[in-house]
């Protein structure tokens, strides 16, 4: 699987972006996919991932404002940021996990990974 992320760039705190990652493959449904973050000096966290299914979970700081969504028929999993903050500036990673059944927070237990798109929020 080959993930292609983008839709990043500069915003004001307060404002919005919707990051896309397109898969490559015939078997993106079956995957769970997710969205990371590495900002400067700090490690690279999950902010939302979303199951074959499409359960979802969302980190505890980006609950209420971020939405994941996937579109099987696109082969493309969504990242809607609203209300953005300074402290959401940092690259955001897709991720694929090949793995059916629930949600996958475990950022180890990701296969596939797409460049970063960076996200940068002025305040």
Known sequence: VQLQAYGGGLVQAGGFLRLSCAASGRTFSSYGMGW???????????VAAISSGGSRHYADSVKGRFTISRDNAKNTVYLQMNSLKPEDTAVYYCAAVSRLGGVTTTREW??????GTLVTVSS
Do not use: N, S
């Not at 900002?39 to 999950?46: D, I, N, T, V, Y």
């Open 36 to 46: 990371f973050r590495q900002a400067p000096g700090k490690e690279r966290e999950l």
């Open 110 to 115: 990701y296969d596939y990974w797409g460049q």
